[in-house]
Structures are given as C-alpha cells and as structure tokens.
T-cell receptor
Framework: DAGVIQSPRHEVTEMGQEVTLRCKPISGHNSLFWYRQTMMRGLELLIY????????DSGMPEDRFSAKMPNASFSTLKIQPSEPRDSAVYFCASTGTGDNEQFFGPGTRLTVL | SQKIEQNSEALNIQEGKTATLTCNYTNYSPAYLQWYRQDPGRGPVFLLLIRENEKEKRKERLKVTFDTTLKQSLFHITASQPADSATYLCAPMNTGFQKLVFGTGTRLLVSP
C-alpha cells in the first residue's frame, strides 16, 4: 500500500489566491482527517470525515476554509482567499473502522506570500 | 477547556540512557492515549496506544504508563540511540470518538 498520498508537497502562492490541497486516504479506510501544523499552535485538527460525511468541522478557522470528500478515495481542502497567516504544513490522515491508529500523509507545506 | 501539556523544551540525553517524556492533561477523561513520533519534514507515525485500564504498555524499547489519577502519561525509551531523535507527540482520545487532540510535542535529541 502506498500509504496516504497528498499533493502538492509544496505550494507557494500569493495572498488572495485560491489554494486546493488534495488527499488520497489508504484504501479501505473510512475516516479521514485534515490537520494543520505550525510552530506556534502545534498540530490542530481542522475537520474529519466518516464514510465521506463531515463529522466535526469545529477546527476550521473561518469561512475561507472548506473541505470536501466526494468519494472514499479522495478529499480536498480549499482556502479561498488565502492569507499569509494560513502558511503552515497541512496533513491528511486516515484510519479504518474500529482502529484508533491514524496514518498520516507526508503533508503539504503551504507558503502564502 | 481541555489542555494537553508536553515539555516544550528539547530533551537532550546521551546514547544508552533512558529518555522519559511527560504528557499531562486537564479537563479531560480520555479512555485511551496514543503516542506518535514525528521526524522533520514528515507526518507523525503511530507508536503505542494505552487504555485507561492499563497501567503500563511495552513495545520493544518503548514503555508507556497511564495514570488517570495524576492525569499523566509517561513515555520511556530505554537504551536510547541517536536514531530515536525526533519529536514525540501524545494524543488523548475519548471513547467512541476518533478525534485526536495532540499535545505540542517534545523534541528528543540523543547524542552519541
């Protein structure tokens, strides 16, 4: 298994632009999580899905952030418009039914200028 | 509000010694507690899970304790090696929920 796949690995954009981050969870996993990691705030959960349905989006910072999971093998996190304070590493993780262990992807390092 | 505290200062130890990392939590009654390792530029990797009715869990050179009275978990690496240098994150978890809340992590540096 290739593990959790994220793209792009690095993204540099200018303030005001739309950014879309992509994630492919491990095949057979039914829960998907989006996290953001910064030096100041550590690893924060933004949103998670169970069976493609958003369960908890209380960590989404504001309306500029949105996430979708159209099917079991794909999810996107969109920021529109992006701001410099959105600069961080964004991780996607997945887990299977009854499992507690989360499998993380390699992350997307986002820099907003 | 729920709070998870890990020592923000790096822990420096010599190879061969035992490293002990601390995770304290408040306003929380987790049923499980997980520990992850994170290397620079990579995502966290699961190491161990301990349940509230387990006092101790071991895996190779790793040992985790869970004291629900003190609201604390200790993570030990015995016979530490330079390859153990990384950031270690704890994550308490409630029953029936998959949502993890991570501590800020403690960086461990093992010198040869």
């Amino acid at each position: 298994d290739a593990g959790v796949i994220q793209s792009p690995r690095h993204e540099v954009t200018e303030m005001g632009q739309e950014v879309t981050l992509r994630c492919k969870p491990i095949s057979g996993h039914n829960s998907l999580f989006w996290y953001r990691q910064t030096m100041m705030r550590g690893l924060e959960l933004l949103i998670y899905f169970n069976n493609n349905v958003p369960i908890d989006d209380s960590g989404m910072p504001e309306d500029r952030f949105s996430a979708k999971m159209p099917n079991a093998s794909f999810s996107t996190l969109k920021i529109q418009p992006s701001e410099p304070r959105d600069s961080a590493v964004y991780f996607c993780a997945s887990t299977g039914t009854g499992d507690n262990e989360q499998f993380f992807g390699p992350g997307t390092r986002l820099t907003v200028l | 509000s729920q709070k998870i505290e890990q020592n923000s200062e790096a822990l420096n130890i010599q190879e061969g010694k035992t490293a002990t990392l601390t995770c304290n939590y408040t306003n929380y009654s987790p049923a499980y507690l997980q520990w992850y390792r994170q290397d620079p530029g990579r995502g966290p990797v699961f190491l161990l899970l301990i349940r509230e009715n387990e006092k101790e869990k071991r895996k190779e050179r790793l040992k985790v304790t869970f004291d629900t009275t003190l609201k604390q978990s200790l993570f030990h690496i015995t016979a530490s090696q330079p390859a153990d240098s990384a950031t270690y994150l704890c994550a308490p978890m409630n029953t029936g929920f998959q949502k993890l809340v991570f501590g800020t992590g403690t960086r461990l540096l093992v010198s040869p």
